[in-house]
């Protein structure tokens, strides 16, 4: 078995590596296509592995933003010249549109079957921006012989979007939730246990940019000080557009915010959240949020955007999903988990094993597997 891995965002986020290392430990074949933009990203999240070839190619050109198509092209012509893939048996492409597109091509020339996954940038740039390219994903989903949502609110919107009308039994039939997993760190250190110093106090991890929402935060957490005196938000992170603004209202509301910076050792960003009883991120778009299931294994409930990452995922209450672009919403949810929390969901019983990486790589060896047998 040999797999290629179409992932445009390998540099990008370290979720891929930590799948495809998996992956590697089980003696699959792999090789990672990782097209960038600036030499400067080639090596991020390298792993060293024994049956995996990562390639790095600084292809993607400015005017490849404005010419999909062209840079499709591109893109399938580097992978020929870099890649043998008579010696490939799957595909996986990591997003519906950019590598969707790249992997229906090489189906079409070479005859390789492929599963394409949909993430964040296909439901809230793609399909809501680009209607000259919605093309792209219903011939896509028609090829694929799996579709992969890494959560089941992007099931549910992919199947109710107006485009693909004519392919919900092909969604029903070809789709299924495989969520990202959590490091083996936070699986082996769970404590939903444990009594926070403070009972007001918040905590936020990511970067600060206009995404994550964090000033909209800040503001929601500064209203909140007349009700809630001792209210407190914590802030991990660094970078993005907002960091500036961001540290100036640290430094002139020392009482309401403290800045940690970047915590890289997970020991120490475990202590953060241990002091804490409450996680709140309100991005206004999220494939998943990894940070929300490591929040929570950690004993925190948590304050998330309504229809995006994490919303749907659980049967009990965790916490509040609110609107991201609401500040009224955002103080009336973190209102109702710092003054109520016995509304709220004991975290304990919560099946954290099922984001066990090398589970999920398992079901994913069992889907290759199975495309490959019946191909």
């Not at 799948?19 to 030499?39: H, M, T």
């Not at 959240?273 to 998943?288: I, L």
């Not at 929300?292 to 004993?299: H, K, V």
């Not at 672009?325 to 509304?343: D, F, Q, R, T, Y």
Request: hydrophobic share 40%; with cysteine; charged share 25%.
């Amino acid at each position: 078995m040999k797999i290629l891995h179409l992932c445009n965002d390998f540099a990008g986020s370290a979720v891929h590596s930590e799948l495809y290392s998996r992956l590697d430990q089980f003696g699959v074949e792999q090789v990672v296509y990782c097209p960038i933009r600036n030499a400067k990203l080639e090596g991020n999240n390298f792993f060293e592995g024994k049956n995996t070839e990562i390639i790095y190619s600084n292809l993607i050109k400015l005017h490849h933003r404005l010419c999909f198509h062209l840079k499709i092209n591109d893109i399938v012509k580097d992978v020929e010249k870099r890649v043998n893939l008579s010696e490939v048996n799957c595909i996986h492409a990591t997003t519906l549109f950019s590598d969707g597109a790249v992997a229906l091509k090489l189906k079409q020339k070479y005859g390789i079957p492929f599963i394409v996954a949909v993430r964040n940038t296909d439901v809230n740039v793609f399909m809501r921006f680009t209607p000259h390219l919605w093309n792209v994903h219903r011939e896509v989903i028609q090829a694929a012989e799996k579709v992969i949502f890494i959560s089941p609110n992007l099931q549910h919107r992919v199947a109710n979007h107006w485009t693909l009308s004519k392919q919900l039994s092909l969604l029903e039939q070809k789709g299924e939730v495989v969520p990202n997993g959590l490091s083996d760190f936070w699986l082996q250190n769970i404590d939903t246990h444990h009594t926070a110093a403070e009972p007001y106090s918040i905590v936020y991890v990511g970067k600060f940019d206009t995404n994550k929402n964090v000033l909209r935060l800040m503001h929601a957490v500064f209203r909140l000080r007349s009700t809630i005196p001792n209210i407190h938000l914590s802030l991990v992170g660094g970078g993005g557009e907002q960091e500036h603004t961001v540290k100036q209202l640290v430094e002139h509301f020392p009482a309401l915010f403290s800045y940690h910076g970047k915590i890289v050792d997970k020991a120490l960003l475990r202590n953060v959240y241990r002091k804490n009883r409450v996680f709140a991120m309100p991005s206004k778009k999220e494939t998943f949020g990894l940070v929300y299931l490591e929040a929570m294994s950690q004993g925190l409930h948590v304050l998330y955007t309504r229809g995006e990452g994490i919303d749907g995922m659980f049967d009990k209450k965790v916490g509040e999903a609110v609107n991201a672009l609401s500040e009224e919403e955002i103080c009336e949810g973190l209102e109702k988990i710092l003054l109520h929390p016995e509304e709220y969901e004991n975290l304990q019983p919560i099946d954290f094993e099922g984001f066990d990486w090398k589970k999920i790589a398992h079901l994913y060896l069992g889907i290759y597997e199975k495309i490959i047998q019946n191909s």
